[in-house]
């Protein structure tokens, strides 16, 4: 059983920043796929960024130059740095393992991004 815990949300005004942690259980970053997620209120939950085990990153185009998804294997920890902040990355995000050959996931059980004046 993969465990994974989000850190690092909270109230922050447009324009600052915040780093989302994602620590695992085990050491799986090197045969996961990690992304984080994210689901405001009255939206579907959508992939932010990711990064597959053996290095590649990916971003939504609403987070592309404004975030930054990396790993630190020997902590076995998946970071989001967020900066420029905007009211819309309000949501509950979420961190992602996807086993690269089974393709079974886990999630983490959410921290809050609230980005308000």
């Known amino acids: 059983q993969v465990q994974l815990v989000e850190s690092g949300g909270g109230l922050v005004q447009p324009g600052g920043s915040l780093r989302l942690s994602c620590a695992a259980s085990?050491?799986?970053?090197?045969?996961?796929?990690m992304g984080w997620y994210r689901q405001a209120p009255g939206k579907q939950r959508e992939l932010v960024a990711s990064?597959?085990?053996?290095?590649?990153?990916n971003y939504a185009r609403a987070v592309e130059g404004r975030f930054t998804i990396s790993r630190d294997n020997a902590l076995n920890t998946v970071y989001l740095q967020m900066n420029s902040l905007k009211p819309e990355d309000t949501a509950v995000y979420y961190c992602?393992?996807?086993?690269?050959?089974?393709?079974?996931?886990?999630w983490g059980r959410g921290t809050q991004v609230t980005v308000s004046s």
């Open positions: 992602n393992a996807d086993h690269v050959v089974h393709h079974i996931n886990y």
């Open positions: 085990g050491r799986i970053l090197s045969i996961y796929n």
């Open positions: 990064v597959t085990s053996g290095g590649g990153v």
